[in-house]
T-cell receptor, first 112, second 113 residues
């Protein structure tokens, strides 16, 4: 079974620029998560989808972050405009119901 | 609000030692608890998943236990190897809160050869 795919692996942008990340979950997993992991901290949930509907986006900075999951499969996360404090690893994960979650390799974003 | 704490924050041991990593959570109403490994610059690899009705799970040299009533889990690593060096994260899936994972900050493990 193929794992969770994310791209790009690395991205360096200047502050105030925009950036987008892509995630393709494991086939058949209805739940998709985007987490932000700042260096030295545990991952923090940004947004959770169930199929193509948003379940939880309470910690998503909606003035600059947006995410969509069209057709209930792959998903994109966008930041516009980026700030220095957005430098982090962005992790995508998927799960089937309340079973274990599987994570992609992550995208390391550096904002300079 | 569910909070997860991992102790110690960092651990350095000589090769061959058995070691225990600790995870505590504030709300015992969980579906399950999952231990992950994270290598530098990489994503999370699932190590063990313990359902709320289970007491422990084993995989090779790893054994994870769960005491839901006291809000604690331990990850036991037997005969540690330099290749075990990584950050270990635990995460719980609360019953309330929409099926998300709540993570601790992790334990950074270094196994010296």
């Amino acid at each position: 079974e193929a794992g969770v795919a994310q791209s790009p692996r690395y991205k360096i942008i200047e502050k105030r620029q925009s950036v987008a990340f892509w995630c393709n979950p494991i086939s058949g997993h209805a739940t998709l998560y985007w987490y932000q992991q700042i260096l030295g901290q545990g991952p923090k949930l940004l947004i959770q989808f169930q199929n193509n509907g948003v379940v939880d986006d309470s910690q998503l900075p909606k003035d600059r972050f947006s995410a969509e999951r069209l057709k209930g499969v792959d998903s994109t996360l966008k930041i516009q405009p980026a700030k220095l404090e957005d430098s982090a690893v962005y992790l995508c994960a998927s799960s089937r119901g309340v079973q274990g979650a599987f994570f992609g390799q992550g995208t390391r974003l550096t904002v300079v | 609000k569910q909070e997860v704490t991992q102790i110690p924050a960092a651990l350095s041991v000589p090769e061959g030692e058995n070691l225990v990593l600790n995870c505590s959570f504030t709300d015992s109403a969980i579906y399950n608890l999952q231990w992950f490994r994270q290598d530098p610059g990489k994503g999370l690899t699932s190590l063990l998943l313990i359902q709320s009705s289970q007491r422990e799970q084993t995989s090779g040299r790893l054994n994870a236990s769960l005491d839901k009533s006291s809000g604690r889990s331990t990850l036991y690593i037997a005969a540690s190897q330099p290749g075990d060096s990584a950050t270990y994260l635990c995460a719980v899936r609360p019953v309330s809160g929409g099926n998300k994972l709540v993570f601790g900050a992790g334990t950074i493990l270094r196994v010296k050869s």
